[in-house]
């Protein structure tokens, strides 16, 4: 089992930036994936940005340039750095994490752009 815990969300003005982070327990050898999604209100849960066991990362379009994902082995914990903040960046953010087949997922942290 994994346990993930989100932190780091509150609010923001537009242009400003946060940076989030994700506390991984349990079986951290085993995760081969992690990634960050996000769900605003009256929307489906999205993708915003994956990184891979090689360091490998991927981002939706509309944060490419603004997010960077990053993980940090030794505290096994997960960041995602959000600059450029726009009020459509509002949501609550989940951290994910993948054993084979098993996705695991944290309880989400809020996320308000807004002047």
């Known amino acids: 089992q994994v346990q993930l815990v989100e932190s780091g969300g509150g609010l923001v003005q537009p242009g400003g930036s946060l940076r989030l982070s994700c506390a991984a327990s349990?079986?951290?050898?085993?995760?081969?994936?992690m990634a960050w999604y996000r769900q605003a209100p009256g929307k489906q849960r999205e993708l915003v940005a994956i990184?891979?066991?090689?360091?490998?990362?991927d981002y939706a379009d509309s944060v490419k340039g603004r997010f960077t994902i990053s993980r940090d082995t030794a505290k096994n914990t997960m960041y995602l750095q959000m600059s450029g903040l726009r009020p459509e960046d509002t949501a609550v953010y989940y951290c994910?994490?993948?054993?084979?087949?098993?996705?695991?997922w944290g309880q989400g942290t809020q996320v308000t752009v807004s002047s």
């Open positions: 994910q994490a993948r054993i084979t087949i098993f996705t695991f």
């Open positions: 349990g079986r951290i050898s085993a995760i081969n994936g």
């Open positions: 990184i891979t066991t090689g360091g490998g990362t």
